[in-house]
């Protein structure tokens, strides 16, 4: 699924195709503070800067829902540290976020379980969902405490509950993301080349970027963002359909 942004790209005539979901898979933090000679932390602190400004760029450009994998189940493994800091780092950007949702007319989503959230950040998370739920110009989404696999079992044990025969449509109602867009294009950083258990309900037809970037250098890097959206234009999307052929090799 894409927008036919009005824009007329530089090489031809034709419309510019514009994803209407990008995801995002936020990795290379910590790395890229290592070749730094930082704390593995302060990659983390570097790679939520300039989030807003990101934002407010494609959503100019008629993307109309970004998500980042800010927070996987599977990132409880890691130190007592980190994670602590991390979950300080999300309470104070997600606090910022509530400006920028009513500034920028944004509804902002929170995936995932928020029983182990620390109970403030959760409260936060139901804040901030509250307060921006009728806008309307353009949905933000975290994936925190996210897992794809959780979030069908989740989605699974409420339908049981519910006790009713489900299809596509109504299973989806179940689902942490069911009231997003299908993902048209997958972005993951660092030159990791795998989905890891993100989002993968909405990724059954996504585009699929890899990057060797790390995040904190994309998400300051207008020219990043722009080869994004020049790469998407090179990708022909057929959903599993295409031009009709004779396979039976009949005349």
């Given at each position: 699924m894409f927008n036919i942004f009005k824009k007329k790209s530089v090489e031809s005539d034709m419309p510019v195709k514009i994803p209407q979901h990008i995801a995002f898979i936020c990795d290379g933090n910590?790395?890229?503070?290592?070749?730094?000679?930082l704390p593995p932390l302060m990659g983390h602190r570097a790679g939520i800067s300039n989030f807003e400004n990101l934002v407010d760029w494609f959503i100019a450009r008629g993307v109309t829902t970004i998500t980042f994998y800010i927070f996987s189940t599977e990132n409880w493994n890691r130190s007592d540290e980190e994670v602590s800091f991390l979950m300080d780092l999300f309470?104070?950007?997600?606090?910022?976020?509530?400006?920028h949702a009513i500034?920028?007319?944004?509804?902002?989503?929170?995936?995932?379980?928020?029983?182990?959230?620390?109970?403030?950040?959760?409260?936060?998370?139901?804040?901030?969902?509250?307060?921006?739920?009728?806008n309307t110009g353009g949905t933000v989404a975290f994936a925190l405490n996210y897992g794809g696999q959780d979030e069908i079992i989740r989605a699974v044990n409420a339908a049981i509950e519910n006790g009713k025969p489900v299809d596509k449509e109504s299973f989806e109602t179940f689902m942490d993301t069911g009231d997003l867009l299908p993902v048209d294009l997958m972005v993951r950083t660092s030159n990791?080349?795998?989905?890891?258990?993100?989002?993968?309900?909405?990724?059954?037809?996504?585009?699929?970027?890899?990057?060797?970037?790390?995040?904190?250098?994309?998400?300051?890097?207008?020219?990043l963002w722009q080869r994004v959206l020049d790469e998407y234009q090179k990708r022909n999307r057929r959903f599993g359909g295409g031009k009709k052929k004779n396979y039976s090799g009949k005349k």
């Amino acid at each position: 699924m894409f927008n036919i942004f009005k824009k007329k790209s530089v090489e031809s005539d034709m419309p510019v195709k514009i994803p209407q979901h990008i995801a995002f898979i936020c990795d290379g933090n910590r790395r890229w503070a290592e070749m730094r000679g930082l704390p593995p932390l302060m990659g983390h602190r570097a790679g939520i800067s300039n989030f807003e400004n990101l934002v407010d760029w494609f959503i100019a450009r008629g993307v109309t829902t970004i998500t980042f994998y800010i927070f996987s189940t599977e990132n409880w493994n890691r130190s007592d540290e980190e994670v602590s800091f991390l979950m300080d780092l999300f309470y104070t950007e997600l606090n910022k976020n509530m400006k920028h949702a009513i500034e920028k007319n944004l509804r902002y989503r929170i995936l995932g379980s928020r029983d182990r959230l620390p109970k403030k950040l959760a409260k936060l998370c139901d804040k901030l969902e509250e307060v921006s739920a009728e806008n309307t110009g353009g949905t933000v989404a975290f994936a925190l405490n996210y897992g794809g696999q959780d979030e069908i079992i989740r989605a699974v044990n409420a339908a049981i509950e519910n006790g009713k025969p489900v299809d596509k449509e109504s299973f989806e109602t179940f689902m942490d993301t069911g009231d997003l867009l299908p993902v048209d294009l997958m972005v993951r950083t660092s030159n990791e080349n795998r989905i890891s258990n993100f989002l993968l309900w909405k990724l059954a037809y996504a585009e699929l970027l890899f990057v060797p970037e790390h995040w904190p250098d994309l998400v300051k890097s207008e020219k990043l963002w722009q080869r994004v959206l020049d790469e998407y234009q090179k990708r022909n999307r057929r959903f599993g359909g295409g031009k009709k052929k004779n396979y039976s090799g009949k005349k």
